[in-house]
């Protein structure tokens, strides 16, 4: 049995950013012409009146102030108000392999070793640009990685599944490294049309090279991984091939992000506090002594109450750190965003934790500690 380590992390920011105010300026755009165009029948009573948004709204419910995109003039668009991203060739790198190859190679510029030394790609993300062939096939492809790779989706609890995952093929010899790649294009499955959840995504990809901990010096020991599902429809997304065989229901909200915030809170928000606070007495670890928190980026609130929870206090800015204000929600990489911004002040000994939480129910738990 063979330990890991976290040897690197690298990340990809797309270069557009909309702001709040732009974005409530495009819904509330559509509103009104939305009332307008309905003016009769919302009198009549037979169709309900959509209300806008605002700044103070979204900050208040979210924590959010802006998001980097992949395309910023379909979403600002009122008659548009999705990214609109022209569709590539089969010999063409796709957007999400491009994104995840952009991560991955900040990701390799840090650990310092050639792509080569990498044995297997796990390309672990919420939603998949396709069924096959698997990004991580593509994106191992376009680095000259020998091995295997495969496409895994556990909505924002994907990357550290992957994590997870790798650490065991670490174990048991099947690999020496591993690259875990989380590219997040979240805009393309959010509807922007609706007032409670047209500001939470945006996208980002994010790279993890996890490695034998013989192999590698400094780095971050894994001290344990813990990984938890629990069914729930609160969070859903229907989108699927299997959709054509519907038709009727093509182009229906459901097909994309759909989520009860408010029992997602309630119910979420103590299993992963509970998760936490369970793996570290396992570990023999003090959750109230841990130096950092990287948690899944969702909600500033959630993230602030888990916090409270495991340390049992107000955390400070540097014990909770928060980037979704800048990134928003990012899925699976906003914990690895969160890790790799806000890690450099640990000193070799110091222990700290990557979150995750989200549809599923799923949540994962990795401890690490600075070598």
């Known amino acids: 049995m063979y330990s890991a380590v976290i040897a690197a992390t690298g990340l990809f920011t797309p270069p557009l950013s909309v702001s ?14 939305f009332n307008a165009r309905n003016a009769e029948a919302i009198a009549a009573g037979d169709v309900t009146a959509l209300a806008p948004s605002s700044v103070e709204f979204v900050v208040k419910a979210s924590g959010i102030k802006s998001r980097h995109v992949m395309n910023k003039s379909g979403i600002v668009d009122p008659e548009i ?16 392999a491009e994104i995840g190859v952009a991560a991955a190679r900040n990701a390799l510029a840090r650990w310092g070793k050639d792509a080569s030394q990498i044995d297997a790609v796990i390309c672990a993300a919420s939603n998949m640009q396709r069924a096959y062939p698997a990004m991580a096939i593509e994106i191992q492809q376009a680095l000259g990685i020998e091995g295997f790779g495969f496409d895994m989706n556990v ?5 550290t599944f992957g994590i997870k995952t790798a650490v065991d093929y670490i174990a048991s010899g099947s690999a020496r490294a591993v690259l875990v790649v989380n590219p997040e294009i979240t805009s393309g499955h959010l509807n922007f049309c609706d007032r409670d959840s047209h ?34 429809n609160n969070i859903r997304n229907n989108f699927g091939f299997l ?6 229901g093509i182009g229906a909200s459901d097909k994309l992000f ?16 509970e998760m936490i606070v369970s793996h570290a007495a396992d570990l023999g670890l003090d959750p109230t002594a841990l130096k950092r928190l990287w948690l899944h980026q969702a909600n500033i609130n959630m993230n602030d109450m888990i916090g409270r929870r495991v340390l049992g206090r107000d955390p400070t800015p540097t014990e909770n750190v928060i980037i979704l204000d800048e990134y928003a929600n990012t899925s699976s990489a906003g914990s690895i965003i969160a890790f790799h911004k806000a890690h450099e002040d640990f000193s070799p000994g110091d222990t700290g ?18 070598r």
Do not use: H
């Open 199 to 232: 500001f939470i995504f945006g996208d980002v990809a994010t790279a993890i090279i996890v490695e034998r901990a013989d192999l590698v010096e400094g780095g971050w020991e894994i001290l344990g991984t813990r990984l938890k599902t629990v069914f729930s």
């Open 155 to 159: 909505a924002c609890s994907s990357a």
């Open 20 to 33: 709040n105010a732009e974005l409530v300026e495009t819904f509330n755009s559509y509103v009104a012409n």
């Open 258 to 273: 759909v989520q009860e915030g408010r029992k997602v809170f309630r119910e979420v928000v103590p299993m992963v506090s």
């Open 81 to 96: 108000m999705r990214p609109v991203l022209a569709e590539r060739s089969n010999d063409e790198l796709s957007i999400m």
């Open 353 to 370: 934790l990557i979150c995750s939480f989200g549809a599923g129910y799923s949540a994962g738990t990795v401890f690490v500690r600075k």
């Open 243 to 248: 959709n054509r065989a519907a038709p009727e």
